[in-house]
């Protein structure tokens, strides 16, 4: 598996990107970091230009300040996207931190999930496949509509977007839609 990882301690060996006890990693404040490539992840392969880049990762476990246990997940690194206005590729900084928290049951997910607005809440009943939550906090950290911050992108968009409106309106007959048909059988019947 191309993806790296180094853990504090030698139970989140390489091969447990896949599956790992997360509540048993939070209980014993276990870390993790290393570096993945996008291409490892087939959603997040399709939402960058680059997939063969890679970005830096760390996953710390512990508790919330209720004593519940939780992950914090924070990725690093740089990616480039489609801007949404110009379609040109742009840089996007991946940062901050996510709280997980981790719920041994529906019961107690339903509950925490209900009672905590700054941390998702994830069933952890069983192994949690690392990997996966990775992806998952990669793509929900991208934005939804990339856009640069070039000024003279919106001011090109902008031109192109009246100059595409004006060709359309000039451009259509005027009995292209079904009122000028029917506006236009009006007009005959009436004359009779």
Not at 33 to 60: F, M
């Amino acid at each position: 598996m191309p993806t790296k990882a180094t853990a504090s301690t030698s139970s989140l060996p390489d091969h447990s990107l896949n599956r790992f006890r997360a509540r048993e990693f939070a209980a014993a404040g276990q870390a993790a970091s290393g570096t993945v490539r996008l291409a490892d992840w087939p959603r997040a392969a399709e939402s960058v230009v680059d997939p063969a880049a890679e970005i830096a990762y760390r996953v710390e476990g512990g508790a919330d300040a209720s004593g519940r246990p939780r992950l914090l997940f924070a990725l690093s690194g740089s990616v480039e996207v489609i801007c949404q206005r110009c379609l040109h590729p742009m840089q996007w900084q991946l940062g901050g931190q996510t709280a997980v928290l981790l719920a041994a049951n529906q019961r107690q997910l339903e509950a925490w999930d209900s009672e905590v607005e700054e941390a998702e809440v994830v069933l952890a009943d069983q192994p949690l496949n690392l990997n996966e939550l990775l992806e998952d906090e990669f793509l929900l950290g991208l934005p939804f509509a990339p856009m640069c911050d070039d000024p003279g992108c919106a001011r090109r968009a902008g031109s192109e977007a009246q100059g595409a409106d004006e060709i359309r309106i000039d451009t259509l007959p005027e009995d292209s839609s079904p009122f000028g048909a029917l506006r236009g059988k009006l007009g005959s019947k009436q004359s009779n």
